[in-house]
């Protein structure tokens, strides 16, 4: 667990490095690192099937996000950056023009007010299956994880939406876009050696069948 963390951090740490003040070079809204639909398939067989516990702990300032990652940027910032198209940013690193593309729901904004950072597996799943045991740095590692399909680019009423649910009870409303959901929902899962329950499974295997 803790030497995958630190792969995830020495990862950011390589993104946050890659990082442009003053401008983004035009980006696809696809995090890295999603696996095809077998691989996501055999390690969703692979992770541990348990009840979520430990819900009533939860507070969501567990997991420090967002955080500065180089100069003024912090990581909704860097995100913002990453999966936009014709980003700018001002001497402050706020988006000041620039599109970006909501995989969830096929919308397309040119406001990055009307955009939220959703973790693709919210905090509070993810403290309920298991990142109620790790330290506060390894919280604020997964939080602001840019190495892997964590963090995503999304319509901000519909990240509400989804709030801290799982596919068992919420889904994107784009269902071209499910099976790219659950491959990255379970490497999240995998990455970080997190719990699923059975609900939340069978949905995913589902999800991986429309791929």
Known sequence: MASRLLKAAAVAVAAIVACVLFAAAPAGATPPN???????????????VAAESHASTYDRDLFPHWITVSGACNTR????????????????????????????????WTAAADVDIDHMVPLAEAWAS?????????????????????????TDNVNQSKGDKDPAE??????????????????????????????????????????
Not at 81 to 108: E, F, H, L, M, Q
Not at 140 to 152: F, H, M, R, S, V
Not at 182 to 208: G, H, I, P
């Open 34 to 48: 999603i696996p095809s639909a077998s691989t996501a398939l055999t390690r969703l067989n692979s992770l541990t």
């Open 77 to 108: 910032e860097q995100v913002l950056k990453r999966d936009g198209i014709g980003v700018v940013v001002n001497s402050s690193c706020a988006a000041t023009s620039g599109s970006w593309y909501s995989p969830y729901d096929g919308a397309t």
């Open 130 to 154: 298991g990142a109620w045991a790790w330290t506060t740095t390894q919280r604020q590692t997964y939080a602001n994880d840019l190495g892997g399909p964590e963090l995503w680019a999304v």
């Open 170 to 211: 919420w889904q994107p409303s784009l269902s071209s876009f499910r099976c790219t959901y659950a491959r990255a929902w379970v490497q999240v899962k995998y990455y970080y050696n997190l719990t699923v329950d059975s609900t939340e499974k069978s949905a995913l295997n589902t999800m991986l069948g429309t791929c």
